[in-house]
Every structure is written in C-alpha cells, then in structure tokens.
C-alpha cells in the first residue's frame, strides 16, 4: 500500500497556504484569481505566523493609510547596501 501525499489548504482572505509532507507554501491569490508564491517554510506554524502578519499589515493600512512602510536599522546608523537610494536624489 504506497502512501499518498496528503495536501491541505488553509485560506484566508486572499492567503492560502497549501500544507503537504513537505513545506508548507504560501500564495496571494490576485484579481484575476490566480495563485502568486510568496514563500515557503517547513514548518506550519511560521507559514500561519507568516499569513497572519501579512494580514494585520494590511489592516494597518486599511484603518491608517497616511502610515508608510518604514525600515529603520535597529543598531547604529548602518543602513544595508540593497536599502541605500541610487544617484543623487538632492
């Protein structure tokens, strides 16, 4: 008798993460209905973890939408090489 992968799905407004034996995988579902991948994770409570601060993000910005997304270094001035602006901006 050959076991099967098992294959659940929790959704959530528009998340769903897909559990198996493997990872477990999260999607934004868009407009049109289809699944775009956001990550996977091997364990199930970071992929809920994951979905569930997604989804409190965009609460925030729903009830505040003068907030804006801020990346802030937590020691120091260092500010990683990816987040530095090109040119000069003055």
């Known amino acids: 008798m050959s076991s099967a992968p098992e294959k659940t799905t929790l959704s959530t407004g ?7 034996n493997g990872p477990s995988i999260i999607y934004k579902i ?3 209905g289809g699944k775009q991948w956001l990550c996977s994770t091997t364990d199930p409570e970071t992929a809920m ?3 569930e601060g997604l989804v409190l993000v965009e609460h925030k910005r729903f009830y505040h939408p003068e907030a804006t997304p801020e990346i802030k270094p937590s020691t120091g001035t260092f500010v990683p090489p990816f987040l530095k602006r090109k040119g ?3």
């Open 14 to 20: 528009k998340y769903t993460i897909e559990l198996s």
């Open 88 to 90: 000069n901006l003055s």
């Open 49 to 51: 973890s994951i979905v």
């Open 30 to 32: 868009d407009e049109e």
